[in-house]
């Protein structure tokens, strides 16, 4: 007989509410904005795996990504400086790869992480057929030249790392990607610039992306440059998305002290009339909710999971058998008919009794999920990759 879990939301939800009213009307800055210039930037390159056991490249039958590839390679120059012929000719990517599928084109991409990196430092890298192999299991890739994500001119491009080693596959299933450890060198320094003339741009992260957000952001950063700083009106919304700062002249060399002032020590005020908004990132298994996002009555199931969501108990009320199923729809319904006000189930209180019992985040946003294509929930559900 099937176990079910009955998840009841009466304590906790009172206790969320009191701290949601005492805290969540205020964060800071740093929580609703990141600094533009500090993202992940990708480097990438073409090169050859060899050491495959048959499950390689036929060259024979090549299609069009694949020749492709053979051209970036060639432009390159790296295959003729690797391999030469008896004569001391170059030779060809085709050549190299022969056609006892020993061998495969693979595209290789490394990502430096928005703090940047140092000539020298050791990375991941991610290996892709771009041929028509069958398995890239045990093979290794050789010394592979890595630039940067614009396109350039072939005598204009740096090499801005280098890639090589065994790739490991990091699932069967997945025969044509890998990894491999540590395998790329960087080549050149990786410092991402933030200040722009003078200026520090906030980007409003995607949960609180609006224009009244925006200027609630400015208004709290210029407030907080005058009465603590002495700095003047310093900041200004240019739309939904960004905030532009600019640095008092005595920053200038310590910029990083600028910012990190403002991030840590600046109070926004959310605006209560922003929708409240559900955002989730499912392949991270990640899930942001606003305070405000709340659950109309109704009953959920999953797996071994059965949530009753009915309204909060009022104070003085008695939850007399917590286990007694009600009919909460009909139950909501007649209290509007006698007039009464209609209290909601706020949806993080729903996370907070599961995350209580461990359920799994990839459990919670099937239920989020189940609960939007009922119609239960009230607030803008958000999905980001």
């Given at each position: 007989m ?9 304590l906790?939800t009172?206790?969320?509410l ?7 009307a205020r964060?800071?800055?740093?929580n ?14 073409y ?7 048959g ?8 299609g069009?990504?694949a ?17 030469t ?9 085709e050549?190299?790869?022969?056609t006892?599928?020993n061998s495969?084109l ?13 000539d020298g ?5 991610v290996?892709?057929?771009?041929g ?13 030249i890595?630039?940067g994500?614009l ?9 801005l790392?280098l890639?090589w080693?065994?790739?490991s596959?990091?699932?069967e ?25 003078g200026?520090v741009t ?21 407030s ?9 009106n ?7 998305h960004f ?19 403002l ?17 989730i ?5 990640i ?30 009320e ?23 006000p209609?209290?909601?189930?706020k949806?993080k ?6 995350d209580?019992?461990?359920i799994?985040?990839?459990d919670?946003i099937q239920?989020i999920?189940?609960?939007e ?13």
């Amino acid at each position: 007989m099937k176990n079910h879990l009955l998840v009841t939301i009466t304590l906790l939800t009172v206790l969320l509410l009191y701290i949601s009213e005492t805290f969540a009307a205020r964060m800071y800055l740093e929580n609703v904005v990141r600094v533009k210039g500090q993202e992940a930037t990708t480097i990438y390159g073409y090169g050859i795996v060899t050491g495959l056991n048959g499950t390689g490249d036929d060259p024979r039958t090549y299609g069009m990504a694949a020749r492709a590839i053979m051209r970036e390679l060639e432009l390159s120059g790296l295959p003729r400086s690797l391999e030469t012929s008896r004569t001391g000719r170059p030779v060809s990517v085709e050549q190299q790869l022969g056609t006892a599928r020993n061998s495969a084109l693979v595209k290789v991409m490394v990502t430096i992480p928005a703090t940047g990196g140092r000539d020298g430092d050791m990375l991941d890298c991610v290996i892709t057929s771009g041929g028509n192999a069958k398995s890239l299991q045990n093979g290794v890739l050789s010394q592979t030249i890595l630039r940067g994500p614009l396109p350039e001119a072939p005598e204009l491009v740096k090499a801005l790392g280098l890639a090589w080693g065994k790739v490991s596959l990091e699932n069967e299933k997945a025969q044509l990607a890998g990894k491999i450890k540590n395998g790329c060198r960087l080549t050149a320094d990786f410092i991402h610039p933030y200040v722009n003339e003078g200026n520090v741009t906030f980007v409003l992260k995607e949960e609180y992306a609006n224009f009244r957000m925006a200027s609630a952001v400015a208004v709290a950063i210029n407030s907080f440059a005058n009465e603590e700083a002495g700095m003047g009106n310093i900041a200004k919304a240019i739309n939904q998305h960004f905030v532009v700062v600019k640095m008092p002249p005595h920053y200038f060399s310590n910029p990083s002290s600028f910012v990190t002032e403002l991030l840590q020590n600046v109070e926004v005020t959310l605006q209560r009339s922003l929708p409240a908004r559900v955002v989730i990132n499912e392949r991270a298994g990640i899930i942001t909710i606003d305070e405000g996002v709340e659950m109309k009555p109704c009953v959920i199931t999953h797996k071994n999971i059965t949530a009753e969501i009915r309204p909060p108990l009022q104070p003085g009320e008695i939850e007399i058998n917590p286990n007694q199923f009600i009919d909460v729809d009909t139950e909501t319904k007649y209290a509007q008919f006698l007039g009464q006000p209609i209290i909601n189930q706020k949806l993080k209180a729903l996370q907070a009794s599961l995350d209580a019992v461990r359920i799994p985040p990839a459990d919670i946003i099937q239920i989020i999920n189940n609960l939007e294509r009922q119609g239960a929930i009230i607030g803008e559900v958000i999905r980001v990759e």
